[in-house]
């Protein structure tokens, strides 16, 4: 029964490392709200599949630093709005660069709530032209992201609305970039609840080559075993080596063979302290010498014994040491008397 309790005592160490591990790298549990790698209601997955699915389009997930967008399109999810407003214009210049050459940058905001403060200097107001307005309203106090926001924007000449939902676009060089102030409709659950197909088709635009940025989110390359589970698909490999594990613990606690069962007549038994000292005296004294070395010391406790040289001397004339002994013994007994 050992090897059984062990086996579930495994069980449940391999259940728990698929609860720990395995499972929030499947559902995406551990990415930010919006991540294109989450599958819940607050991912955008369901987004990257259906344009992954499109033909002559490619799609793929960027783990680094941006760089200068080609005729490419990129979908920058999830971004705090109030914090985004307080961009400097380093910032803003490195957007405009960045579509420079023909390509669009989306930017989509989170739904918020009104902030109870806001930046005082805003490069987005004098550069963009950009103004962030929030709808005041009773809102319920949760720890749940909201699925409405209360941003509102109020563009510039420069900017022109894109296909409802409050998205505006601008040109900058060649390029464009486009601002959403709701990111809701594109997630998994907006897309459940709503799917709005033009909505998508406008935001990405004519390009052939769509890129969902997951680098805002913290989420970048760097070659942890994490990141090489979730490129190559390993996790099938930690399930293998796990049981591995469990049959090398069951291997060297269990045999193949019934075990031996132990009988009664088996049993050893102990001696008692005469059987040691004869035991002690066999291996230290020889046969032939038993007679002189008893003698010997039976001749250090008694030297004044008024027969012992009698006794020597019967002792000396009966080579067999039983007879030798009775002699002996005859010998101290007379002497007795």
């Known amino acids: 029964m050992r090897w059984v309790f062990i086996i579930a005592i495994l069980a449940v160490l391999v259940y728990g490392l698929e609860q720990v591990a395995v499972a ?12 294109s790698l989450r599958s819940d209601p607050l991912g955008a997955k369901a987004l990257y599949e259906s344009l992954a699915a499109q033909p002559d389009l490619a799609i793929e997930r960027l783990y680094k630093d941006r760089t200068t967008l080609d005729r490419d399109t990129m979908f920058v999810l999830g971004v705090d709005p ?3 407003a307080g961009v400097k214009d380093k910032t803003l210049e490195e957007y405009e660069q960045l579509v420079q050459n023909g390509g669009r940058l989306v930017i989509a905001f989170l739904a918020v ?19 962030f307005r929030y709808r005041p ?17 109020d563009a510039g000449p420069e900017w022109h609305t894109l296909a409802g939902h409050g998205a505006i676009v601008r040109m900058f060089g060649k390029g464009e970039v486009v601002i959403v102030p709701d990111s809701f409709p ?24 769509i890129v969902f940025d997951e680098n805002h989110f913290g ?77 010997a010391e039976w001749s250090k406790s008694a030297p004044r014994q ?20 009775r002699a002996a013994v005859r010998a101290l007994t007379q002497e007795g008397k």
């Open 186 to 209: 594109l997630s998994n659950q907006g897309l459940f609840e709503a799917r709005d197909a033009q909505f998508i088709a406008a935001l990405a635009g004519p390009a052939r080559r």
């Open 82 to 84: 109030v914090s985004w």
């Open 306 to 325: 008024a027969r012992a040289a009698q006794m020597e001397e019967a002792l000396r004339a009966h080579r067999d040491p039983v007879e030798a002994y």
């Open 113 to 131: 709530r009104p902030p109870r403060s806001r930046p005082e200097k805003r490069a987005i107001e004098d550069r963009w032209h950009l103004h």
């Open 137 to 153: 309203g009773v809102y319920e106090e949760t720890d749940a992201i909201p699925t409405e926001t209360a941003l509102r924007i």
């Open 219 to 295: 989420v970048a390359e760097t070659g942890s075993v994490t990141t090489l589970m979730r490129k190559y698909h390993l996790e099938p490999a930690v399930a293998l080596l796990a049981l591995a594990a469990a049959l090398f613990l069951w291997r060297n606690s269990s045999s193949f063979l019934p075990p031996c069962e132990a009988r009664a007549s088996d049993a050893v038994t102990g001696r008692d302290s005469m059987e040691g000292m004869t035991a002690l005296l066999h291996r230290g004294v020889g046969d032939k010498d038993l007679l002189d070395v008893c003698f």
């Open 24 to 35: 929030p790298l499947e559902t995406g549990d551990v990415y930010p709200p919006y991540s």
